[in-house]
């Protein structure tokens, strides 16, 4: 597998040095991709870069994964408006580790073979470097010129904002130049590799490299385009913030609703981006796409594969049941299967009723459990002509008589009552 033509094919080349090619068709070559972990878990605004790393170890390649401890203790300007929050090296340790489980989804780190992944923390060679250290041996490699010609570091410059840059995150260059220069010293590091954003940041590094160990040393770059939707808004953020890769964050249930629910135009380019599915199998997609749109055979299979890989087969099931659940024609059974974390992803935002466990462990009729202990109806009347007419549902079975007596044994995971009025409108009683 060439691994240029696999990116140039999915989308996935902004740009790269020249040589770069020449160099991955010559031998297996070691790539490195700096992660900020500045939260115990990855969103999917990094998973661009981790799905370079798998082609690059499907490739036959050696994928790095560098979580940027040190840099993360001060920020990257690239992009960004103002300075971040620093971080203590205690929290940097625990995001470290929750990430490397993260990525061993995409990663081979275990195997014997030599082109297995590897992660490292820049924290750790830059940690007993001494200040005067660093600018003796590294400082004067770099001009001053050089570092303010960086876009990165002119939008900040210029920018609206007022904030400037302060020499902390001028810096990061020449930190990031340097995690460069070492993986290349102990690692065989040949490639550099991130989004379009960091190549001011590589080419840093590219030419730290040249100019401390010589015009020979050979040492490339590989960006990504930034992922944006095709009307223009910024990716991977809804109305609630980042979608995580970590349940606790974003559950499995909402973390397939996304991928399911990006527009026709967003699946065609994500399914490429997303996913190791080959270019015949996409194909094939589009072409089922092309004649069916609304049956979203590409949003599906979008959806299905990046669930299966991010969280697993099970996650993936429980979420198609789940939308099941609010879409379709679910049964009380698919719905008593659901854990509680799963419904109450499902049910976000639906209104909620707080009512008593004690006087329902003690049984109500229906017909004051859903007027006075929970307002669903404004009165009996209107409750008792929408149950004649078969339009309300409790636990998704239908209510046929109002005098029907409810107590805690109809309670889902052991605290809830779903309650549907008409086709649309759902309401959740938790028992407290």
């Known amino acids: 597998m060439n691994f240029v033509e696999e990116l140039r094919w999915r989308g996935m080349i902004h740009d790269m040095m020249p040589g770069t090619e020449e160099q991955l068709q010559k031998e297996m070559t070691s790539a490195y991709v700096g992660i900020d972990p500045t939260a115990d878990s990855l969103h999917i605004g990094h998973l661009v870069s981790v799905m370079m790393l798998k082609h690059f170890q499907r490739a036959g390649h050696r994928p790095i994964a560098l979580v940027g401890g040190a840099t993360g203790m001060i920020g990257d300007p690239s992009m960004k408006s103002a300075e971040r929050n620093l971080l203590d090296e205690a929290t940097l340790r625990h995001n470290q580790d929750s990430i490397k489980k993260q990525l061993a989804k995409f990663l081979d780190f275990d195997s014997d073979a030599p082109n297995a992944a590897k992660l490292v923390n820049n924290y750790d060679w830059m940690k007993d470097y001494t200040f005067l250290d660093f600018i003796r041996d590294i400082g004067k490699h770099l001009t001053v010129n050089y570092m303010m010609a960086k876009d990165s570091v002119k ?93 606790r964050y974003t559950s499995p249930y909402k973390f397939y609703q996304f991928w ?73 059974d698919m719905l008593k299967k659901l854990d509680e974390e799963t419904l109450l992803a499902v049910f976000e935002g639906v ?79 938790i028992a407290k």
């Open 155 to 247: 939008k900040r410059l210029s920018g609206e904002s007022n904030t400037g840059l302060s020499f902390t995150e001028f810096s990061y260059q020449l930190l990031q130049g340097y995690d460069y220069l070492y993986l290349y010293q102990h690692e065989g590091c040949r490639l550099q590799m991130g989004g379009s954003d960091q190549w001011g940041n590589i080419t840093t590094g590219t030419e730290l490299i040249r100019r401390k160990l010589g015009t020979e040393a050979d040492a490339f770059a590989l960006v990504c385009p930034l992922i944006t939707k095709a009307d223009g808004g910024k990716f991977g953020k809804t109305e609630s913030g980042n979608v995580w890769l970590d349940r």
């Open 260 to 332: 399911l629910n990006v527009s026709d135009a967003d699946a065609a380019r994500y399914i490429r981006i997303f996913t190791a599915l080959s270019q015949e199998e996409i194909l094939g997609l589009e072409e089922e796409q092309a004649a069916a749109a609304h049956l979203r055979p590409l949003q599906k299979r979008l959806a299905k594969e990046i669930t299966v890989m991010v969280h697993s087969i099970e996650d993936y099931d429980a979420a198609v049941e789940a939308s099941e659940i609010l879409f379709g024609n679910s049964t009380s």
């Open 351 to 429: 209104p909620q009723f707080e009512i008593s466990r004690d006087q329902l462990s003690k049984g109500l009729k229906v017909m004051d459990l859903l007027t006075e202990q929970a307002a669903v109806f404004p009165s009996k009347g209107e409750m008792r002509k929408l149950v004649q007419s078969g339009g309300v549902s409790m636990n998704k079975e239908k209510l046929t008589d109002t005098d029907i007596v409810v107590d805690s044994s109809a309670l889902l995971n052991d605290k809830y009552l779903l309650v549907q009025r008409g086709k649309k409108n759902y309401y959740l009683l």
